[in-house]
T-cell receptor, first 114, second 117 residues
Framework: AQSVTQLDSHVSVSEGTPVLLRCNYS??????LFWYVQHPNKGLQLLLK??????LVKGINGFEAEFKKSETSFHLTKPSAHMSDAAEYFC????????????FGTGTRLLVSP | GAVVSQHPSWVICKSGTSVKIECRSL??????MFWYRQFPKQSLMLMAT?????????EQGVEKDKFLINHASLTLSTLTVTSAHPEDSSFYIC?????????????FGQGTRLTVV
């Protein structure tokens, strides 16, 4: 069965410093992986997606993630945090051939201090 | 890009009443939509898969008689919470994807915050 594990429930950074949100996946075949962001009381916005093309994926707002099969990881990074990046981030894996059926990680709350 | 609209964005209802939530794909057709539930400070849990023109598929532990799903057209799915109780208070989110040939990601509505008093 497909699953994702987000290793940190909270990550705190200072504005202007790098961001690393960790995600490990489990899948019986080559997965499609996504990172979504959710601001308080809002829906989800797609940050980036991996679908077996380039292993380094660039997304919106300066975020990127690298798919590492050997480590079964898909960590999200950003070189320099901005105050507006404070939100909940979900690592997500698709299930089966219906790629739109998704399994969510438990989420990581990113806190950005001035 | 593809837009999914969910309505209402928030609703307060009395215990024992029913509430209907709509999920619309505005600029694309969706044969399949998904309904999720999110408790405070928790992740999203898939409730059911809504299939246009057929019965929804519910995840284990989700009461199909309580959470009625209708997907009457390629652009609209509705979730009705029947005989709502305070424990049904939650954030409900739908998602949809384009028909085969569209991008692989799902597009999410903005969510509905349901409070049952």
């Amino acid at each position: 069965a497909q699953s994702v594990t987000q290793l940190d429930s909270h990550v705190s950074v200072s504005e202007g410093t790098p961001v690393l949100l960790r995600c490990n996946y489990s899948s019986s075949y080559s997965p499609s992986l996504f990172w979504y962001v959710q601001h308080p009381n809002k829906g989800l916005q797609l940050l980036l997606k991996y679908t077996s093309a380039a292993t380094l994926v660039k997304g919106i707002n300066g975020f990127e993630a690298e798919f590492k099969k050997s480590e079964t990881s898909f960590h999200l990074t950003k070189p320099s945090a901005h105050m507006s990046d404070a939100a909940e981030y979900f690592c997500v894996v698709s299930v089966g051939t219906g790629f739109q059926k998704l399994v969510f990680g438990t989420g990581t709350r990113l806190l950005v201090s001035p | 890009g593809a837009v999914v609209s969910q309505h209402p964005s928030w609703v307060i209802c009395k215990s024992g009443t029913s509430v209907k939530i709509e999920c619309r794909s505005l600029d694309f057709q969706a044969t399949t939509m998904f309904w999720y539930r999110q408790f405070p400070k928790q992740s999203l849990m898939l409730m059911a898969t809504s299939n246009e023109g057929s019965k929804a598929t519910y995840e284990q532990g989700v009461e199909k008689d309580k959470f009625l799903i209708n997907h009457a057209s390629l652009t609209l799915s509705t979730l009705t919470v029947t005989s709502a109780h305070p424990e049904d208070s939650s954030f409900y989110i739908c998602s949809a994807g384009e028909l085969p040939g569209g991008p692989p990601e799902a597009f999410f509505g903005q969510g509905t915050r349901l409070t049952v008093v």
